[in-house]
Each structure stands twice: as C-alpha cells, then as structure tokens.
C-alpha cells in the first residue's frame, strides 16, 4: 500500500512538472511578511502554478537559477497619476524598473471620467503594468459644475453619484479625493462622503489627499475616515506628512490619530513617498477662491490690481503659515510654455527678472508665471524626521504620487524613478528602519489588500505572475532632484503576468500588464 501511494506520488509530479518557467532556488520573500525560505517557483499561464521544493523532475521552457537572489511580489503602487503619458510610453519603463508591476492611479480627485473608452485605447497599445484607476471627485465635479466655488445643489450630488457608480460599474476600484484642489476644495463633507458611498456600493475603496497636510491636519483625517465609517469602506490617506515647516514632528500626533480610529475598527491605511520635497503644482499657492469659475475668470482677477493685491496679501499669509521666510523652497518642474524655468526655484526666478529678493516680489513672479498656465513643482516642505517615523509605522504602504516619466523631460521629483528602490537603499539596507521582508509587504500585499487585488501581493500558488529577483545588496536609486531622470538599478528580473519585462536589468519590450477592473462582487 505505501509502495503504491509513493508511486502515485511520483506520478502526480511528474504530471505537474512542466511550466512556462520555473525559478530555481531563490529566497523568496512571499509578500505576507514572512522571512525568506528557500524555494523554486513553476509559473504557468502567467500564473503562480507551484511553489516549493518542486524537484529535480520538475522541467519548463525556460529554467531561473535564482541562487543567491531574492523573488518577492512585483510591487504594486497605490498612488499614481499616469494620465496622459502611459499613453505614449505604455510599458511604463520608469516604474517596471523600480520594480513596479501594478499602478493604481486617478488619485488626488483626477482621474480620467470615460474608462470603458480610455481602458480600450490602453489594451490596444499593450502595457507593460497592470492598471487600476479610482474614479476622481475633482474630474467628476468639473464635469458637472465646471470650477463654480459653490456647494453641490442635491440635484448635482446625484448626477455625480451616477457619475461614481457608473465608473464603477466599468471597474474603477475606488474613489480619489484631492481636496486642496480646484474644484473639489470648494465641496463640503457631505459631498465627498455622499459619493464616497457611491463608491462603496461596488465594494471601492476611498483614497483621499486630505484638505490639509499642517495646520489642520486633525480635521482633515477625521473628515478622511468619515467615509470609512459611514459606509464601512477601506479608506486610503494618501502621501501622509506634515508639510508646515512649523509643525515639523507632529506625525506624532498624526499618526496616533490612524491608530485610533484602527483600534476602533476603522479599515484607515496610509502610503508615502521616501522623500522630504514634495510636488504639486504652483497653483497651490494661490488661495483657491483665485482659481475659481475658468481662465476668463482668473484673468480678469488678476489684472484687477485690487483683486491682485489681495490675492499677493493670501499668498504672503499663507507663506507665514507654512513657516517659510520665501519662496526659496519651491522649485519649477515642469513648465512647457517656458521650459527655462525648470530646475529653478521661484527665488531664483524672481531675481532673474531683476526684482529684489522680497516674500512681495516673488508672489508677484509667481503671479507672471501662472498667466501662461499653471506649473508642476517641487517643494521641500517635509522633515526628515517626520518622513522616518510615518515610514516605520505598520500601516504605511509605499507609493511614488509619480507618474509615468518621458526620459529626459523636465525637472520632475525623483519618485516616479526610485521610490521603491529608495526605501530599499536608503531605509532598509543603509539605515536599518525597516526590516527588508516587511518593507517589501508594505509594497505589496498591503496594497493589495487594500485595493481587493485578491491574486496579487503574494507569492502563493495560484497568484498572478507577478514576480521580480534581485539581489538587496545592490537595489539602489539613482535620480535625485538635481538629476531626476535616472532609472533604478537593482531589480534584474521582473515579470508580470508571466511575461518577462526585465531581463539582466534591461527592458525586454514586452508587454505583459493589463486592466484590472475592479469585480464589483468582490
Ligand atoms: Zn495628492
């Protein structure tokens, strides 16, 4: 009997040994948070068909030997902003590199409003990543209400909630919000959880850039987990910092606030980039009551000197409050009606248009610049310290805010190059603040499980093929403020879907991402 039993053992391996590829010996780091093992890894129609000691008899197409490497999960980033330029460069070689392999993007209230149409244009260019998309307050508010500095009439709460459910129904898998932004900064509460809910009838999740990153920061993360109370949905608070120069070390408080509303039985998550600059755009500013109603409506605003002086006298408050002497801290990035400027800060800028080195004149500089449209910047707003601490917290899942980069283009901020690899480096291997098996869980299976990615985050049979290798020694970031278009190097292997898109650290051109439409009945 037990002869017969090893024989039809032997013969169900047999059977199963055949695979697509089969990776030899890696350490593998399952995404769960686990510490490594050793294991072969047989994947078959871009699935995850078997892991484990899998034999000498198992045999595939394409043999790994992985000694020495570790494999993970490919990594997913939760907040991204690809719109516009996934569509000329569909592999997305800048996040492949970092070893992305899912981006979630519509975040910060824009995304795109159509998605049946943009997700069929995309799958007829052949991508490189996987795609999500939440559907965006500010795009869905813009649609119906232009830029009107005004509370919904109830009328227009349900065109936007038809709006939301719709998206869904298409498979976006949540909700964004960017409430500092025009013109979803003009809404109320009851609206953002009104459509938050629109939402969480298709089982989405909220995904909110809060009204405040300083001052107010408590009240902005009361009004972020609302919606995650009212409609028992998993809540997102995007690029978690403290941006007030003078409120430097309040993650402290910030952070304690998560952990309450977690301990009460709130689903509240958070993700950050490693980095002390952020970037937004120049508009910000600006107080949003200037930007509203249109560009007719700005310039006239703006050529009025009453209606200017009283917009410079905001802007110069708002400078104070952000504990900042000028504008020394904000740096052009991106601005194509005058490409001269990028790399620059706005003092510098300022002193370049021979005015004196007044907080006064350099609101005025900024003021000329916004004529010609608004600028994508760089700000350093953020404390190291703060950074650290919001990086050790468990709850942190790690996210660029980038987008898919044109090499070469502008002066953008480095996330979109290196996050990941950044927190490798930098976080784990250099300074020792995380362990490397659960920043890897950070990028993985904890946005997955936020965003109901069920086959994607871990390294289970049955999973996604989603796989990189590399060896954590030598993963490391290359692009910095100064040189930001620099490709990470590090993550040699990376495949998705099954499909190999970096060989030895090189670009294959394959194309093995897809759509991941949201499955309402998840
Ligand atoms: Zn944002």
Known sequence: MKFLLCLLTACAVAQAANYDLLIRNARVLDGAGNPWFHADIGVRGGKIAAIGGLGTGATAERVIDAAGRTASPGFIDVHTHIEGVVEKIPRGDNYLLDGVTTVITGNCGGSKVKLSEWFAGLEKLGLGLNIGTLIGHNSVRREVMGTANRKATPEEILKMQEMVEQAMREGAVGFSTGLIYIPGTYSETSEVVALAKAAAKYGGTYASHMRDEGENIVAAINEAVLAGKEAGMPVQISHFKIDNRRLWGGSIKSLALVEKFRAEGVDVVIDQYPYDHSSTTLGITLPSWALADGEAAIKE???????????????????????????????????????????????????????????????????????????????????????????????????????????????????????????????????????????????????????????????????????????????????????????????????????????????TGGRGGRILRHDSSN
């Open 301 to 507: 605003r703006l050529s009025s000197p009453v209606t200017r002086a009283r917009i410079k006298r905001e802007m110069l408050r708002m400078l104070v409050q952000k504990g900042q002497l000028n504008y020394a801290y904000a740096i052009v990035a991106s601005y194509s009606p005058e490409r001269q400027l990028e790399g620059k800060t706005i003092s510098q800028i300022n002193r370049l248009r021979k005015r004196l080195p007044t907080p006064a004149n350099e609101a005025e500089t900024i003021l000329e610049i916004m004529r010609k449209g608004d600028a994508q910047m760089v700000y350093h707003s953020m404390s190291m310290l703060d950074v650290d601490r919001i990086m050790k917290y468990p709850h942190t899942a790690i996210a660029s805010d980038g987008g898919v980069r044109e090499f070469g283009l502008g002066m953008p901020h480095p996330r979109s190059y290196g996050t990941n690899a950044r927190v490798h480096a930098e976080f784990v291997r250099k300074r020792k603040l995380v362990p490397l098996e659960e920043a890897i869980r950070r990028m993985t299976s904890l946005p997955a499980r936020t965003f109901h990615l069920r086959d994607r985050g871990l390294l289970h049979e049955g999973m996604a093929a989603d796989i990189l290798l590399f060896d954590p020694a030598k993963v490391q970031d290359k692009a910095t403020y100064q040189a930001p278009h620099a490709f990470t190097e590090g993550f040699d292997f990376v495949l998705v879907n099954g499909v190999t898109m970096v060989e030895d650290g090189k670009l």
